[in-house]
């Protein structure tokens, strides 16, 4: 079993700032295209970002554009997702996921099922 997994999420208040790592120890990391993911209660699960193999390109969901930030580190084979200006509608469940060489999309969301490899994902709760 291929572990994925996240830390760094936690209780914050809005207009706060986090940031959310990811390790995947395992994996070639440079041949994995890696997002986010997240869940809210109640709620499906949506695609936050994307980030392509060397970070030279990145995809964000409407509702963060602008706020968050996607980077990766595959020397560390580490995705990081730095979190600015939360809002409450920020508070879910922050999922890492790992689709190997997959082309680089066109435009964000992509599909869950073309991400192989996920993570157990890391609590962000926002307070107001």
């Known amino acids: 079993q291929v572990q994925v997994m996240e830390s760094g999420g936690g209780l914050v208040q809005a207009g706060g700032s986090l940031r959310l790592t990811c390790t995947a120890p395992?994996?070639?990391?440079?041949?994995?295209?890696m997002a986010w993911f997240r869940q809210a209660p109640g709620k499906e699960r949506e695609g936050v970002s994307c980030?392509?193999?060397?970070?030279?390109?990145?995809f964000y969901a409407e509702s963060v554009e602008g706020r968050f930030t996607i980077s990766r580190d595959n020397a560390k084979k580490t995705l990081y997702l730095e979190m600015h200006d939360v809002k409450p509608e920020d508070t879910a469940r922050y999922y890492c996921?790992?689709?190997?060489?997959?082309?680089?999309?066109?435009?964000?969301?992509?599909?869950?099922?073309?991400?192989?490899?996920w993570g157990q994902g890391t609590q962000v709760t926002v307070s107001s």
């Open positions: 980030s392509d193999y060397s970070s030279s390109a990145a």
């Open positions: 395992e994996l070639t990391f440079e041949n994995y295209l």
């Open positions: 996921a790992a689709a190997y060489k997959f082309p680089v999309p066109q435009n964000w969301p992509m599909r869950e099922s073309d991400f192989k490899y």
